[in-house]
Antibody, heavy 115, light 108 residues
Protein backbone atom coordinates (compact mmCIF):
# COMPACT_ATOMS: atom_id res chain seq x y z
CA UNK A 1 0.00 0.00 0.00
CA UNK A 2 1.35 3.41 -0.98
CA UNK A 3 1.75 5.72 2.00
CA UNK A 4 2.99 9.30 2.19
CA UNK A 5 3.31 10.90 5.60
CA UNK A 6 4.16 14.58 5.91
CA UNK A 7 5.65 16.06 9.06
CA UNK A 8 7.38 19.18 10.26
CA UNK A 9 4.54 21.66 10.02
CA UNK A 10 3.85 24.22 12.72
CA UNK A 11 3.82 27.88 13.66
CA UNK A 12 6.66 30.08 12.44
CA UNK A 13 7.18 33.82 12.39
CA UNK A 14 7.37 35.80 9.17
CA UNK A 15 10.89 35.68 7.81
CA UNK A 16 11.54 32.36 9.50
CA UNK A 17 12.35 28.91 8.13
CA UNK A 18 10.78 25.48 8.32
CA UNK A 19 11.65 22.11 6.82
CA UNK A 20 8.92 19.64 5.93
CA UNK A 21 9.49 15.92 5.46
CA UNK A 22 7.55 13.36 3.46
CA UNK A 23 8.16 9.73 4.42
CA UNK A 24 7.20 7.33 1.64
CA UNK A 25 6.49 3.61 1.65
CA UNK A 26 4.82 0.97 -0.49
CA UNK A 27 6.46 1.85 -3.81
CA UNK A 28 9.85 2.29 -5.45
CA UNK A 29 10.62 5.75 -4.14
CA UNK A 30 13.96 6.15 -5.88
CA UNK A 31 12.45 6.07 -9.39
CA UNK A 32 9.48 8.32 -8.58
CA UNK A 33 9.13 12.04 -9.10
CA UNK A 34 7.84 13.76 -5.97
CA UNK A 35 6.07 17.04 -5.67
CA UNK A 36 4.65 19.43 -3.11
CA UNK A 37 1.25 21.09 -3.35
CA UNK A 38 -0.29 23.53 -0.89
CA UNK A 39 -3.76 24.75 -0.05
CA UNK A 40 -4.61 27.81 1.99
CA UNK A 41 -7.73 27.55 4.10
CA UNK A 42 -10.82 27.83 1.92
CA UNK A 43 -8.72 28.25 -1.23
CA UNK A 44 -7.74 26.10 -4.19
CA UNK A 45 -4.75 23.87 -4.78
CA UNK A 46 -1.43 25.49 -5.63
CA UNK A 47 1.48 23.55 -7.10
CA UNK A 48 4.67 24.36 -5.19
CA UNK A 49 7.33 22.33 -6.98
CA UNK A 50 8.75 18.92 -7.82
CA UNK A 51 11.92 16.87 -7.84
CA UNK A 52 12.64 14.14 -10.35
CA UNK A 53 14.54 10.92 -9.80
CA UNK A 54 18.28 10.28 -9.90
CA UNK A 55 17.88 9.04 -13.49
CA UNK A 56 16.63 12.53 -14.32
CA UNK A 57 19.44 14.21 -12.40
CA UNK A 58 17.20 15.13 -9.45
CA UNK A 59 15.91 18.04 -11.55
CA UNK A 60 13.76 20.50 -9.66
CA UNK A 61 11.16 23.06 -10.69
CA UNK A 62 9.28 25.60 -8.61
CA UNK A 63 6.25 27.84 -8.82
CA UNK A 64 7.10 31.51 -9.28
CA UNK A 65 5.59 32.32 -5.88
CA UNK A 66 8.20 30.25 -4.03
CA UNK A 67 11.20 30.21 -6.36
CA UNK A 68 14.33 31.35 -4.59
CA UNK A 69 12.80 30.79 -1.14
CA UNK A 70 11.84 27.10 -1.17
CA UNK A 71 14.07 24.11 -1.96
CA UNK A 72 12.95 20.54 -2.62
CA UNK A 73 15.36 17.71 -1.97
CA UNK A 74 15.23 13.96 -1.43
CA UNK A 75 17.09 11.18 0.31
CA UNK A 76 16.48 7.95 -1.59
CA UNK A 77 18.22 5.93 1.14
CA UNK A 78 15.55 7.11 3.60
CA UNK A 79 12.63 7.13 1.12
CA UNK A 80 12.01 10.72 2.14
CA UNK A 81 11.40 13.97 0.30
CA UNK A 82 11.90 17.39 1.87
CA UNK A 83 10.67 20.93 1.43
CA UNK A 84 12.95 23.57 2.92
CA UNK A 85 11.07 26.84 3.27
CA UNK A 86 12.99 30.06 3.95
CA UNK A 87 11.97 33.72 4.18
CA UNK A 88 8.43 32.63 4.99
CA UNK A 89 5.57 35.05 4.45
CA UNK A 90 2.08 35.12 5.93
CA UNK A 91 0.74 34.13 2.52
CA UNK A 92 2.66 30.84 2.76
CA UNK A 93 0.20 29.71 5.44
CA UNK A 94 -1.41 26.53 4.10
CA UNK A 95 -1.71 22.79 4.34
CA UNK A 96 1.24 21.30 2.47
CA UNK A 97 0.76 18.02 0.67
CA UNK A 98 3.42 15.67 -0.63
CA UNK A 99 2.50 13.67 -3.72
CA UNK A 100 4.01 10.83 -5.71
CA UNK A 101 3.86 12.14 -9.22
CA UNK A 102 0.22 12.80 -9.96
CA UNK A 103 -1.43 9.88 -8.29
CA UNK A 104 -0.88 9.42 -4.53
CA UNK A 105 -1.17 12.16 -1.94
CA UNK A 106 -0.37 12.36 1.75
CA UNK A 107 -2.79 13.82 4.27
CA UNK A 108 -0.90 17.08 4.55
CA UNK A 109 0.78 19.11 7.28
CA UNK A 110 -0.29 22.58 8.36
CA UNK A 111 2.16 25.48 8.18
CA UNK A 112 1.12 28.72 9.85
CA UNK A 113 3.20 31.83 9.33
CA UNK A 114 2.21 34.44 11.86
CA UNK A 115 3.69 36.78 14.44
CA UNK B 1 1.63 33.65 -16.68
CA UNK B 2 -0.17 30.52 -17.81
CA UNK B 3 -3.56 29.74 -16.30
CA UNK B 4 -6.14 26.98 -16.34
CA UNK B 5 -9.68 28.32 -16.15
CA UNK B 6 -12.60 26.45 -14.60
CA UNK B 7 -16.16 27.56 -13.80
CA UNK B 8 -16.52 28.27 -10.05
CA UNK B 9 -19.57 26.09 -9.67
CA UNK B 10 -21.72 23.48 -11.40
CA UNK B 11 -25.03 22.19 -10.10
CA UNK B 12 -27.01 19.13 -11.21
CA UNK B 13 -29.77 16.91 -9.87
CA UNK B 14 -28.99 13.31 -8.89
CA UNK B 15 -28.84 11.09 -11.97
CA UNK B 16 -28.06 13.95 -14.34
CA UNK B 17 -24.80 14.40 -16.22
CA UNK B 18 -22.34 16.90 -14.82
CA UNK B 19 -19.71 18.46 -17.05
CA UNK B 20 -16.83 20.49 -15.71
CA UNK B 21 -14.57 22.29 -18.15
CA UNK B 22 -10.97 23.45 -17.97
CA UNK B 23 -9.49 25.76 -20.56
CA UNK B 24 -5.83 26.48 -21.20
CA UNK B 25 -3.74 27.45 -24.19
CA UNK B 26 -1.31 24.54 -23.79
CA UNK B 27 -3.99 21.85 -23.52
CA UNK B 28 -3.85 20.92 -27.23
CA UNK B 29 -0.35 19.57 -26.55
CA UNK B 30 -0.41 18.75 -22.84
CA UNK B 31 -2.39 16.18 -20.90
CA UNK B 32 -4.91 17.16 -18.25
CA UNK B 33 -5.68 15.34 -15.03
CA UNK B 34 -8.61 15.79 -12.68
CA UNK B 35 -8.82 15.62 -8.91
CA UNK B 36 -11.79 15.29 -6.60
CA UNK B 37 -11.51 16.84 -3.16
CA UNK B 38 -14.18 16.31 -0.54
CA UNK B 39 -14.39 18.57 2.48
CA UNK B 40 -11.53 18.03 4.91
CA UNK B 41 -9.85 15.37 2.77
CA UNK B 42 -6.83 15.14 0.53
CA UNK B 43 -7.48 15.27 -3.23
CA UNK B 44 -8.04 12.03 -5.13
CA UNK B 45 -7.03 11.49 -8.75
CA UNK B 46 -10.08 10.59 -10.85
CA UNK B 47 -8.78 11.09 -14.42
CA UNK B 48 -5.25 11.26 -15.83
CA UNK B 49 -3.81 11.72 -19.33
CA UNK B 50 -7.05 13.38 -20.44
CA UNK B 51 -9.24 10.26 -20.32
CA UNK B 52 -7.68 7.43 -18.30
CA UNK B 53 -9.35 6.34 -15.08
CA UNK B 54 -7.30 5.02 -12.13
CA UNK B 55 -8.36 1.71 -10.65
CA UNK B 56 -11.14 2.08 -8.12
CA UNK B 57 -12.67 5.16 -9.75
CA UNK B 58 -16.29 4.55 -10.83
CA UNK B 59 -17.00 4.28 -14.54
CA UNK B 60 -19.36 7.25 -14.38
CA UNK B 61 -16.25 9.45 -14.30
CA UNK B 62 -14.80 10.14 -17.75
CA UNK B 63 -12.53 12.69 -19.34
CA UNK B 64 -12.02 14.18 -22.75
CA UNK B 65 -10.02 16.95 -24.37
CA UNK B 66 -10.46 18.93 -27.54
CA UNK B 67 -8.46 21.95 -28.56
CA UNK B 68 -7.87 24.23 -25.60
CA UNK B 69 -10.51 22.62 -23.41
CA UNK B 70 -10.50 19.52 -21.23
CA UNK B 71 -13.75 18.21 -19.80
CA UNK B 72 -14.59 16.02 -16.83
CA UNK B 73 -17.94 14.28 -17.24
CA UNK B 74 -19.82 12.55 -14.44
CA UNK B 75 -22.59 10.49 -15.98
CA UNK B 76 -25.45 9.91 -13.57
CA UNK B 77 -24.01 12.07 -10.80
CA UNK B 78 -24.66 10.91 -7.28
CA UNK B 79 -24.95 12.83 -4.04
CA UNK B 80 -21.60 11.42 -2.92
CA UNK B 81 -19.96 13.08 -5.95
CA UNK B 82 -20.45 16.50 -4.34
CA UNK B 83 -16.94 17.89 -4.04
CA UNK B 84 -14.48 20.38 -5.41
CA UNK B 85 -12.89 19.32 -8.68
CA UNK B 86 -9.55 20.59 -9.96
CA UNK B 87 -7.92 20.20 -13.34
CA UNK B 88 -4.13 19.91 -13.46
CA UNK B 89 -1.70 20.22 -16.32
CA UNK B 90 1.63 21.69 -17.34
CA UNK B 91 2.70 24.82 -19.14
CA UNK B 92 4.04 24.63 -22.69
CA UNK B 93 7.60 24.01 -21.46
CA UNK B 94 6.51 20.94 -19.54
CA UNK B 95 8.43 22.06 -16.47
CA UNK B 96 5.84 23.93 -14.47
CA UNK B 97 2.67 22.30 -13.21
CA UNK B 98 -0.49 24.11 -12.24
CA UNK B 99 -4.05 23.63 -11.10
CA UNK B 100 -7.21 25.24 -12.27
CA UNK B 101 -9.08 27.37 -9.76
CA UNK B 102 -11.45 24.55 -8.89
CA UNK B 103 -15.14 23.87 -9.48
CA UNK B 104 -17.61 23.19 -6.70
CA UNK B 105 -20.01 20.48 -7.82
CA UNK B 106 -23.39 20.45 -6.10
CA UNK B 107 -25.66 17.43 -6.57
CA UNK B 108 -29.13 17.98 -5.14
Amino acid sequence: EVQLVESGGGLVQPGGSLKLSCAASGFNFSVSAMQWVRQASGKGLEWVGRIRSKANNYATAYAASVKGRFTISRDDSRNTAYLQMNSLKTEDTAVYYCTRGEDYWGQGTLVTVSS
Amino acid sequence: SYELTQPPSVSVSPGQTARITCSGDALPKKYASWYQQKSGQAPVLVIYEDRKRPSGIPERFSGSSSGTMATLTISGAQVEDEADYYCYSTDSSGNLRLFGGGTKLTVL
